[in-house]
């Protein structure tokens, strides 16, 4: 099979056969088993893969590592490729119709403050800090801007368990007014 069939280049964590064919072969089987390469990563490459065929915004994804939290997906793609997805507002709807769940965007090898705000996102963070418990733990409060209105997009809940499983902070949000 000569490479320039395809057109495309979307990157999976698993090898762009495996998930064209959604069969391991045996060294992503190996990754797979020892906890390299989750399940979570295997179904989201063949969905990814299958969809890249007829969405050539899709095809450009470079995806590391994909983490199930309740159901949703937190997709973590590869640094600095992140910001020109944001400018088509229709791509994270194509991909959350994709893969059937609520989509989570970040990067790979950032900072706890740029995947607060990739998380957070449209949303704008005024601050990022660490909040000392007298217990010896630490919060890491991020502080909106203005009030909690109707139209907040997010449920602050559900993204204080995707920054605990993606990257192990307990998070406190606040905003700015009361
Ligand atoms: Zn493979």
Sequence with gaps: MSSHVFSYSLKTP???????????????????????????DVQVSIKLTKAAEKNPEIAKLSFIRALDVDGD??????????????????????????????????EADTTDRKALEDFFFPVRITNVNTVWLPDGSKLTKVVIPGRKTERFPHDTDKIGKIVRESRGIDLMVEFERM
């Design 14 to 40: 698993i090898c762009s056969f495996d998930a064209r064919t959604g069969v391991l072969c045996p060294l992503c089987e190996t990754k797979l088993r020892s906890g390299q390469l989750t399940d979570t």
């Design 73 to 106: 997906y937190i997709l973590v793609l590869e640094p600095g490729s992140l910001a020109p997805l944001r400018r088509d507002p229709g791509f994270q709807k194509d991909l959350q119709s994709i893969l059937g769940s609520k989509i989570w965007l970040t």
